[in-house]
């Protein structure tokens, strides 16, 4: 079983930045990548952004691009999504998720089998 615990919502200007963090713990985490997944209210989840299994590869959702960066921490444990020049329709809750590091559904939701409880980001106009 892999835990994980998001941190670093809040409300922020647009314009603004917030840096989401996402920590792991439990069993092994070495075969698990992960990806960061939001969901805005009356609207379905969607991706975000991934790693690879590797860790080497970062994907984007085109709206994010260029604005959010996915980094991992030293311990690999650790996940971050830093977020700058946010946007009001970036208001959602963000989640964290954890896959199967061969998987190579890396947008696909139903491929994360682990999923932390979510951290609410809110931008105003």
């Known amino acids: 079983q892999v835990q994980l615990v998001e941190s670093g919502g809040g409300l922020v200007q647009a314009g603004g930045s917030l840096r989401l963090s996402c920590a792991a713990s439990?069993?092994?985490?070495?075969?698990?990548?992960m990806g960061w997944f939001r969901q805005a209210p009356g609207l379905e989840r969607e991706f975000v952004s991934a790693?690879?299994?590797?860790?080497?590869?970062?994907y984007y959702e085109d709206s994010v691009k260029g604005r959010f960066t996915i980094s991992r921490g030293n311990a690999k444990n650790t996940v971050y999504l830093q977020m700058s020049d946010l946007k009001p329709e970036d208001t959602a809750v963000y989640y964290c998720?954890?896959?199967?590091?061969?998987?190579?559904?890396?947008?696909?939701?139903?491929?994360?089998?682990?999923w932390g409880q979510g951290t609410q980001v809110t931008v105003s106009s």
């Open positions: 998720a954890a896959r199967d590091a061969r998987t190579v559904r890396v947008r696909d939701s139903t491929a994360y089998i682990y």
């Open positions: 439990g069993r092994t985490f070495s075969g698990y990548a």
């Open positions: 790693l690879s299994g590797s860790g080497f590869i970062t």
